[in-house]
């Protein structure tokens, strides 16, 4: 509809100069004019009311999407905004990665201290017993220990968004064509 709207207005002509050897018939003109506005006028009520009725209906229509339920128009604008939920989840991911990691690193450090303590420790005394190979290295882990905060149960969240979001992206169109297909509107 918007195509036939832009045509009327790219050719409709509502004034013109008319000269005194001009073969214009006036009355002809100013019925094409007319007739031009009046269907500018007439397509541009009809998408009003088109696009109200659609709007309207987005709003009460309900689909259902990776069981919940939305409104045509939420579901339209979660499709949008998607990228959003997307992006926190990559720096979740991101984030959770680098934790493992350097909480990996850390524990391979400080068994490497051990060691070096150990070895260190042993070299002095050559009496030394397992007990006290087992206390120094629960005393300096102990001492050394590293934790890994992590108040939102990050795999938790990282596996619920995936599925929220995988769930969604693989059945929102199909969801939409069908509410579409069987939404008739009135004008």
């Known amino acids: 509809m918007r195509k036939r709207i832009e045509s009327v207005t790219d050719h409709a002509v509502f004034s013109k100069v008319k000269k005194a050897n001009d073969l214009l018939d006036t009355a ?10 009046q269907s500018f006028t007439d397509l541009v009520t009809r998408y009003n009311a088109l696009k109200s009725a659609i709007v309207l209906s ?17 579901a339209v604008e979660r499709k949008r905004s998607i990228e959003m939920e997307k992006q926190m989840l990559a720096v979740m991911k ?9 909480y990996e690193r850390h ?4 068994q490497q201290r051990v060691e070096r303590l150990l070895t260190t420790e042993l ?7 397992v007990e006290v ?7 300096f882990l102990a001492q050394n220990k590293a934790t890994v905060l992590d108040p939102l149960g990050l ?5 619920s968004l995936s599925k929220a979001i995988e769930d969604f992206e693989t059945q929102v169109d199909y969801s939409l064509s069908e509410s579409n297909g069987r939404t008739t509107i009135s004008v």
Do not use: C, H, P, R
């Open 94 to 102: 991101a984030q959770q990665t680098a934790t493992t990691a350097e």
């Open 155 to 159: 795999a938790d969240k990282i596996e």
């Open 107 to 110: 524990q391979q450090a400080e």
């Open 58 to 74: 987005n709003a009460t229509t309900t689909v259902t999407i990776g069981g919940k339920g939305y409104t045509v128009a939420d």
């Open 133 to 139: 190979v087992q206390q120094l290295t629960t005393t």
């Open 123 to 129: 070299a002095k005394d050559a009496k030394t017993n």
């Open 28 to 37: 002809k003109f100013a019925t094409q004019a007319t007739a031009s506005y």
